[in-house]
């Protein structure tokens, strides 16, 4: 399965022509971790939430399918499933309002990536990386009617309902601003997120600007025409 971001996945159903299980959605999310207690290294995220987020998608939280991705709960560095984990996903299920997962990262001393999953948890665990983002395959989603989320606009907001976990990683641009790792305990630190976060939570890339420059303009005009007939 292809997992592409939110813009590119609206791009290919540009015609609103449902495509459905052939295309996975990658979602990011930003929430302070929470450390765990004991002698396992682990942190516990929040890593989806039924808020609108910066692509004007929601995706509800008792839709969640975990069944496969429990059978191999890995967890990746910014999707990149070229290279090995960093840790291990455990104890993933919906928890006050949350689609919450416990991350147990590889040991230092694993002599494949070892010293990143390490540098990785440091950086969590400290507070300087505060985002999460699951991909997913879409099962039951439908465009939003809800004109403020763009529902007449080339790229309206989805409303997902029912999806299935691929996969689970740490990232450093988020979607949805209420992703973040919980709240470490007593002298772990915190992680807050930016007073300015940023435009867009998927990638930045050429494409999006593309994008998000196109649709500006198309809303400029669509304002002056208004205007014009007024």
Known sequence: MMIVSAT???TFNRGRNVTRGAIGIRKQII?????MTGDVRALRFTISTDAVDREQDKIAIAGWDLKN?????????GHDASRLPIGRAFD???EDGALKASVEFIPQDTPEGGQFAESVYRLARGGFIAATSVGFRPVKWSYTRDAARGADDWFPGIDFEEQELVELSIVT???NPEALIDAPGPGEGTAVA???PPTTGEEVTSLNQELITARARRRRAFQLALANEV
Request: glycine content about 4%.
């Open 92 to 94: 993933v299920k919906v």
């Open 173 to 175: 641009v988020p979607a």
């Open 194 to 196: 930016s007073d300015t």
């Open 8 to 10: 590119q996945f609206k």
């Open 31 to 35: 929430g302070p971790a929470e450390a």
């Open 69 to 77: 991705y429990k059978q191999n709960p890995v967890v990746l560095w």
